[in-house]
């Protein structure tokens, strides 16, 4: 008999507690990893969506916006849970993509995180993630990437 469990389970929690506030790494794809974020205005909309995250007491971190996904780190510290934090900025972006590309559905379901724990260096994370455009062959030196950046500053404890 299978169970569908509506809340974590209680271990979980002393397990999330530890970790307070949570750091995340999180991935957003794009649907089909169609090639439709790397341009300025949805560089422009993730900046707007994540400078005003402060007020729902969520801090973007470092991101990088390659054409078919979105890393970033975000701590959350209020009671916004990380689902609906992803969903908004889906929903920012799609608001933003819609005149351009005209298809109904423009992100993969779901997204992937990772809560960073003490022993991990989000240093470390960074510099493997905002080398995915010198990887991608999008450009010879990270640097140049032009969709990347820091929103706020997370000091890893």
Known sequence: MSRIFRK???RLFRVFECY??????VTVCTRNRN?????PGVHEAFLDYASR?????????????MPDHIHLFVRISGEVPL??????????LTFHLKPKAG???????????????SSESYSQKW???????????LVTCQGNWPYQGEIVRIDRV
């Open 53 to 65: 995250a402060v007020e729902r007491q969520c801090a973007v971190g470092k991101y990088v916006i």
């Open 20 to 25: 307070q506030p949570p750091l995340y790494f």
């Open 127 to 137: 510099i493997y993630v905002c080398q995915n455009p010198v990887r991608a062959k």
């Open 35 to 39: 090639k439709i974020l790397d341009n």
């Open 8 to 10: 974590r389970p209680a």
């Open 103 to 117: 298809q109904a559905s423009f992100w993969q379901p779901g997204f992937f995180d990772h809560l960073l724990r």
């Open 83 to 92: 689902s609906q934090f992803v969903r908004l900025l889906k929903q920012r």
